[in-house]
């Protein structure tokens, strides 16, 4: 059974740095596309980074582009981001995700069959 879990998360002020992690256990990751999303309260879940697990294809969201930075750990079996120049904005619950369906980074929740529970993150001005 594929398991998600992620680490890290707290309460910041604004301009800090975080790095949330996310141990990935059940299988082999080699072949998949690993990525991070969030929830702010009252809003739909959205993207925020998506790795290959080659770490070839990267992709971010415009509103953490430039201040985040994901990657693989092939060794240890984890995904990390960390989170630099953090916003109030950045408030949310964030989510790790694995795809097997694409070896590329995605951005669409669909292409992501495995999540993890959440990490909070809270941004205080």
């Known amino acids: 059974q594929v398991q ?17 992690s996310c141990a990935a256990s059940g299988r082999t990751f080699s072949e998949h596309a690993m990525g991070w999303f969030r929830q702010a309260p009252g809003k739909e879940r959205e993207f925020v ?9 990267l992709v971010y969201s415009d509103p ?26 950045d408030t949310a ?5 694995a795809s097997s369906r694409t070896t590329y980074s995605s951005r669409q929740q ?9 990490t909070q993150v809270t941004v205080s001005s």
């Open 93 to 97: 619950v964030y989510y790790c995700a």
């Open 49 to 57: 980074a998506s790795v290959s697990w080659s770490g070839r294809s």
């Open 4 to 20: 998600l879990v992620e680490s890290g998360g707290g309460l910041v002020q604004a301009g800090d740095s975080l790095t949330l």
């Open 64 to 89: 953490v582009k430039g201040r985040f930075t994901i990657s693989t750990d092939n060794s240890k079996n984890t995904v990390s981001l960390q989170m630099s120049r953090l916003k109030p904005e």
């Open 110 to 118: 669909y292409d992501y069959n495995y999540w993890g529970q959440g």
